[in-house]
């Protein structure tokens, strides 16, 4: 897993309530990416860093946000968990023109 | 958004049989990967191809660059159980960040 960490593993949560991944790497990359996995969808990125501070938007970004304020952490924060936020979410990271590898992902169930 | 086609969804083989899967797209990409994803797990780069009909193997994998730029296969041969998996195509856009645009994913089943 290229030294990833994701935490938690798996969150069950409330509809409405804050909810706030962490993926913490190793290997001192400069990108940072975070992922949903959804059946049918395959993977679709949420946001993306490309250094301490520096974040933008992917594909389906609405309802989320992140902030990277070291380079071996970027958090993923849903503000106000809903039900179609129920995913597996995944970190990447990647060096410029590198592959991504990836963690092994956090599993979150929103009632 | 950006998507990649690809085929089939799943397949059923017996062990020891070659396995042939494609992504197509619309778009032209830089680069193309493909990804192996067990149970509970991330996925695993199984191959990067960087140049338009380049060809590159991996023990029993093998993958090519389609010469359009909009296409990929990935091959594998003599398959045994551990190939079992989600197999995935990825397409890259741009340099840089790895704004990754990710096939459906092909689900492999062995039978033994």
């Known amino acids: 897993d290229a030294g990833i960490t994701q935490s938690p593993r798996h969150k069950v949560t409330e509809t409405g309530t804050p909810v706030t991944l962490r993926c913490h790497q190793t290997?001192?990359?400069?990108?940072m990416y975070w992922y949903r996995q959804d059946p049918g969808h395959g993977l679709r990125l949420i946001h993306y860093?490309?250094?301490?501070?520096?974040?933008d938007k992917g594909e389906v970004s609405d309802g989320y946000s992140v902030s990277r304020s070291k380079t071996e952490d970027f958090l993923l924060t849903l503000e106000s968990a809903t039900s179609s936020q129920t995913s597996v979410y995944f970190c990447?990271?990647?060096?410029?023109?590198?592959?991504?590898?990836f963690g092994n992902g956090t599993r979150l169930t929103v009632t | 958004g950006q998507q990649l086609n690809q085929s089939p969804q799943s397949m059923f083989i017996q062990e020891g049989e070659d396995v042939s899967m494609n992504c197509t797209s619309s778009?032209?990409?830089?680069?193309w990967l493909w990804y192996k994803q067990d149970p509970g797990e991330g996925p695993v780069l199984l191959i990067a191809?960087?140049?338009?009909?380049e060809l590159t193997s991996n023990g029993r994998l093998t993958a090519q660059f389609g010469i359009t730029r909009k296409d990929s296969f990935l091959n594998i041969s003599a398959s045994i159980p551990s190939d079992v998996g989600i197999y995935f195509c990825?397409?890259?856009?741009?340099?840089?960040?790895?704004?990754?645009?990710f096939g459906q994913g092909t689900r492999l089943t062995i039978n033994p």
């Open positions: 990447a990271i990647s060096e410029s023109n590198s592959p991504l590898h």
């Open positions: 290997e001192n990359h400069r990108y």
């Open positions: 860093s490309y250094g301490v501070k520096d974040t």
């Open positions: 778009s032209i990409f830089n680069t």
């Open positions: 191809l960087y140049k338009a009909g």
């Open positions: 990825a397409g890259q856009l741009i340099q840089g960040a790895q704004k990754l645009v």
